[in-house]
């Protein structure tokens, strides 16, 4: 009881420190490498039960539009089809407002590279990758995870190399991993929860060219209004770093029409905020909660 008072005390003051919470996978499974951002159902309930307790839970928009400062707010970046089961019921039990921001490509059937990457992974596989790549990208076994979100790797050609890779070896995945537009429509038919743009393929906007990046965010956006979606004005940044992002990314966002963006670094502040600034654009940095209480 002790360390659940604990944990409950920590995840309250950095969530709120960072005025917004960043969620992934939602489920029923343990968190591991394949859901590296994996948060259980029962703890997922029982964080945001540690925030509504004290009605500290508000809808993105009025986080970013009023500044509360004291309020969180709740978002999910990939929209994967977990949370259909194990999320949305009880947003909309309890009446907590939310956003699940969506890579447009996942709506046509695509895979996500980093969910590739990941199945290599879990599948054994992943010596036989690197020994496919260029030797002078200098990965291996314990840096490629990490090095493949670097601005110097081209997100598209990795992106490529291991699609090519999965369909080579036969090893895709078996079931869907993200909801579509229908689920997507049903969710956001209750006024409570809204949707948005995370870039078409979730690529690492700083390793590609601007021609890249507008297709990533511009035709994202585009992709997504098609499919008869209806999006907020926040941009949510694929990856959320620091790094992730760069002078050419914070102009597309801004001509897009976007009024916000979101990165995912707890709650320091933005070390680009003159950049930011020159175009308009408030910046809110989320937390990742972890798996636990």
Partial sequence: ???????????????????????????????????IHSVSSNVFKRQLQILNITNRVSSLVNSMLFKQKSQVSITFDDAYLDLLDHAIPYLLNKQIPAVIFINSSTLKGKTLWRDNLRLIFKSGLIDDYISEQPIEYGFNYENVYSKTKQPQYNSELIANSLSDFVN??????????????????????????????????????????????????????????????????????????????????????????????LLTNGGEKFT???????TNLKVINRYLPKNRL
């Fill in 272 to 278: 680009n905020h003159k950049m930011a600034a020159r």
């Fill in 168 to 261: 080579k070896k036969g090893i895709g995945y078996k079931e869907r991993l993200y909801l579509n537009k229908d689920e997507l429509k049903q969710i956001s038919s209750s006024g409570l929860i809204e949707l948005g743009n995370h870039s078409r393929n979730h690529y690492l906007l700083s390793s590609i060219s601007e021609e890249q990046q507008r297709k990533e965010i511009l035709g994202g956006k585009e992709d997504l209004m098609k499919e008869g979606l209806l999006l907020c004005n926040i941009f949510s940044v694929p990856f959320g770093g620091y790094n992730s992002i760069n002078k050419t990314s914070l102009k597309l966002i801004a001509q897009g029409g976007y009024t916000d963006l």
């Fill in 1 to 35: 009881m002790r360390k659940f008072l604990k944990d409950a005390r920590t995840f309250y003051k950095q969530s709120v420190f960072g005025n917004s919470l960043c969620y992934h996978s939602v489920s029923n499974l343990n968190a591991g490498f394949d859901r």
